[in-house]
């Protein structure tokens, strides 16, 4: 899906996310990514929900995020161990299926706020 466009601000904001993956400041990424205003990594993540575990959100903590949007995938799935490793850290997650993931980000980082979104695939399950 297409998402609005905006004037380039220098942050990564997320164009557009499809099967393919994400195009995040004109650039294709074909995996799932860890995105702040500036600072992309990619490929990050296992291929689905089901394989994350708290050490993939290592380093983020680093980053003093006020929010973590995590992107799922397809659908939305409850990562119950790496959710209460992170609660744990103090660390405020909001949990959604990636296209909505990518919205909340893009809304979030709009408003100034220090958000970082971990986005597995779209595609992911």
């Given at each position: 899906m297409k998402l609005h466009r905006q004037e380039d601000s220098?942050?990564?904001?997320?164009?557009?996310?499809d099967d393919a993956g994400f195009v995040?400041?004109?650039r294709r990424h074909g995996g799932g990514v860890l995105v702040?205003?500036?600072?992309?990594?990619?490929?990050?993540?296992?291929?689905?929900?089901a394989e994350l575990?708290?050490?993939?959100?290592?380093?983020i903590a680093a980053m003093e995020p006020e929010v973590i949007v995590v992107g799922t995938g397809r659908r939305q799935?409850?990562?119950l161990p790496a959710l209460h490793e992170l609660r744990r850290l103090g660390l405020a997650l909001e949990i959604m299926d990636t296209g909505a993931a990518c919205r909340?980000?893009?809304?979030?980082?709009?408003?100034?706020?220090r958000v970082v979104a971990a986005l597995l695939h779209p595609a992911a399950h």
């Open positions: 220098g942050q990564n904001l997320i164009q557009l996310y995040i400041q004109g702040a205003a500036h600072s992309l990594e990619s490929p990050w993540g296992p291929a689905t929900a575990v708290a050490a993939d959100f290592d380093g799935h409850l990562l909340t980000y893009n809304v979030l980082l709009a408003e100034d706020r």
